[in-house]
């Protein structure tokens, strides 16, 4: 019989798919990997055992304690898969930019979710490293994994992202892309794959406009999970050579398209992703073998990027309904 033992067996080794469409007059193969394959939907289930296991060896978790993390959604269900094999107790706090699905998702696996107002300073009690680091204080027992600083975030991706691309691409993949949230994803894999090649392969970072990794201020951006208003510990920027802004408006037009033309339903920071590797592959070799990782899928977004109504109220597109916004935003 195959099977896996428990759901958590099966995270990790994602595919590679080419992209065929949005390519057009790009002459590098684009290949994307694909991290909605994860059974809890997001690459953030790579990080979660890496995080819970370093934590019980060091006695930082024991039985019957409480994971408390400030979370975007997806290292919350990663977290929460590996939780209730072991039976620790989740609440995670959310900004209320995050979509009320994704919410709903962690409650669906038992977390408790507490939401924090956006637009607040990232050293306002209201904002939700404040509130996490409050409750993390304040229950008995607590665990702040604290994804913006654990080292095993970088090294899960180091450990098993890397690899894959490596062995996947048969050591041909020239260009890494990813966009650049906790930074965890870009410096983990990155490192990796600098040093199993040699330092041949090029590590592109892909971050919202106003954001802090490609020099903005920490403006406010719509796209989720990725850009930061400070500089996280699980960030090296010593890993990118590069990192490409990318507006909102690239990100969802982009992020459409991958459902529309590839049937490739993602994130918008998949979209963001995508826009700064074909930025940076315009320019390329043809023998040039680009990887960009896309970290969740679209279901979460339906009622916003996916959705023309939400697109139109935030003025990026002035379209009739009904109309596709590819075409607008273009
Ligand atoms: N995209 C999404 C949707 C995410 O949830 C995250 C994680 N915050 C990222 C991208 C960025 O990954 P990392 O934190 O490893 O930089």
Not at 149 to 164: F, L, Q, V, W
Not at 245 to 263: H, I, N, P, Q, Y
Not at 305 to 327: C, E, Q
């Amino acid at each position: 019989m195959k099977y896996a033992e428990n759901i958590v067996e099966l995270v990790g080794d994602t595919p590679l798919v080419k992209l065929q469409h949005v390519t057009d007059g790009i002459a590098a193969t684009v290949l994307v990997k694909l991290e909605y394959f994860n059974p809890g939907g997001s690459s953030k289930d790579r990080i979660a055992t890496r995080i819970i296991d370093a934590a019980e060896a060091e006695g930082k978790l024991a039985p019957g304690g409480t994971i408390v993390e400030p979370t975007s959604g997806n290292t919350g269900v990663g977290l929460a898969l590996v939780a209730l094999q072991r039976g620790y107790r989740c609440i995670f706090v959310c900004p209320d930019k995050v979509g009320e699905d994704k919410r709903n998702v962690l409650t669906a696996y038992g977390a408790e979710v507490v939401v924090t107002p956006t637009a607040v300073a990232p050293d306002s009690p209201e904002s939700y490293y404040s509130v996490s680091d409050r409750l993390a204080r304040e229950i008995p027992g607590a665990f702040k994994p604290n994804q913006y600083a654990n080292p095993n975030g970088p090294r899960s991706h180091y450990e098993t992202t890397g690899p894959e691309i490596w062995r996947d691409t048969d050591g041909r993949i020239t260009h890494f892309v990813a966009g650049v949230g906790t930074g965890g994803t870009i410096t983990g894999t990155g490192r990796y794959l600098r040093e199993v090649s040699n330092d041949t392969v090029r590590i592109i970072g892909a971050d919202p406009e106003g954001s802090v990794y490609s020099g903005g201020t920490g403006r406010p951006y719509l796209v989720e999970g990725v850009g930061e208003d400070f500089w996280p510990d699980a960030y090296d920027p010593s890993v990118p050579h590069e990192v490409i802004e990318v507006t909102d408006a690239e990100s969802f037009d982009m992020t459409r398209r991958l459902a529309r033309e590839e049937g490739i339903l993602v994130g918008g920071s998949s979209g963001m992703a995508v826009v700064a590797a074909l930025k940076a592959a315009a320019s390329a070799p043809a023998d040039s073998v680009f990887v960009v990782l896309l970290p969740d899928g679209g279901r979460g977004y339906l009622g916003k990027i996916f959705n023309d109504k939400w697109l139109r109220a935030y003025g990026f597109s002035n379209a009739p309904a009904g109309h596709t916004v590819g075409n607008l935003l273009a």
